[in-house]
């Protein structure tokens, strides 16, 4: 497979990651809605072809089926993959310290994997998702912790509000702790309530953004299409999970068919170029993929080519409304007072 494949920096790190990431919560069966462990395999393979070195997986993902057949697949080859996993998440059970963000669900939470990979150590530790109930110093000093003892090379943080992230690695810098290089939240065309805080503050923090579910569930491919009588309802996807109304979402996805017939390319690999065209920080899409051919239409989205006319048409189908204090900011009345009248004459920092 011929490949126009790139590279970028892991936030403020060294580390070399692909700009694309392999996501492999479809990898095992034991969901019910998986691919089979050959069918993984061959994904994993054209992956690399491509040049991909950037795989994310979790402790939790089909039942840890995920990490045992990536342990599988990484043998021979293992310092070329930049390999990521995730702790927090765990099934329902009668141990109520079996999830979580604690100093004892991520220790547990790191051996196993290390197991189930085969492995020695992770490149990017994920914590999955914020429990909204763990000191944060106990977070960042386990991560630290985890970085000294050479299990785990960087930190990163999935699920969680700006200002506990923004906490966590002001608080990192201070007592020299390791810090988040990266942030995972969804980010698509349908999902963009993330850039009123979320993408902000990754700016200001130099973090890498790798956007999961940037297809939005499939919508964004057109296979859901309003039907008549649904309502505020897609075939199969209830709209309340994209908190916005059904029409912003017909628009974005008619915009995003129309833009696929004009560079006889699939809708998915529009989608994907939009995400991966974002300017304001590193982005680093994660694929879902459950067969091969979805792999590799999606690593089509590499050889597209926005114009600025069919980005701003995308743009402005799926804009949100910044909220508030964005749009306060804005106003001529506000604006005059905050510069004095002379905001036009004044160079902002870059």
Known sequence: MTSSMRY??????????????????????AWGWGAGEAECRRIYDAFRDAGGNFIDTANIYTEGQSEEMLGRFLQGHRHEVVLATKYTNARPGRDSNAG??????MMRSIDESLRRLHTEFIDLYWMH????????????????????????????ISDAPAWWVAQANTMADLRGWAPFVALQIEWSLIERSV????????????????????????I???????????????????????????????????????????????????????????????????????????????LGALDVQLSADQQRRLDDAS??????????????????LVYGGLRDSIDAPR
Not at 100 to 105: P, T
Not at 129 to 156: N, S, Y
Not at 196 to 218: D, H, I, K, N, Y
Not at 322 to 335: I, Q
């Open 129 to 156: 998702i914020w429990d909204q109930m763990t000191p944060v110093d106990e977070v960042m000093r386990g991560f630290d912790d985890l970085v000294r003892q050479g299990k785990i090379l960087h930190a990163g």
């Open 220 to 298: 964004l491919t057109g296979k859901y299409r309003r039907g008549e009588g649904k309502g505020g309802r897609y075939e199969g996807v209830d709209l309340a999970d994209f908190r916005d109304e059904g029409e912003r979402v017909d628009r974005t996805v008619g915009t995003v068919l129309e833009i696929a017939g004009e560079l006889a390319c699939s809708p998915a690999q529009v989608a994907l170029a939009w995400v991966l065209a974002r300017t304001e920080v590193p982005v680093v899409p994660i694929l879902g993929a459950r067969s091969l051919a979805q792999l590799r239409d999606n």
């Open 195 to 218: 850039e009123r805080e979320l993408v902000p503050m990754a700016q200001a923090l130099g973090l890498t953004v790798t956007p999961w579910s940037p297809l939005a569930g499939g």
């Open 8 to 29: 970028q920096l892991l936030g403020r790190s060294g580390l070399r990651v692909s700009r694309l990431c392999l996501g492999t919560m479809t990898f095992g069966e």
């Open 100 to 105: 979580g963000n604690h100093r004892k669900s």
């Open 319 to 336: 804009r949100v409304l910044p909220g508030f204090p964005s749009d306060f900011y804005r106003r001529k009345t506000v604006r005059a």
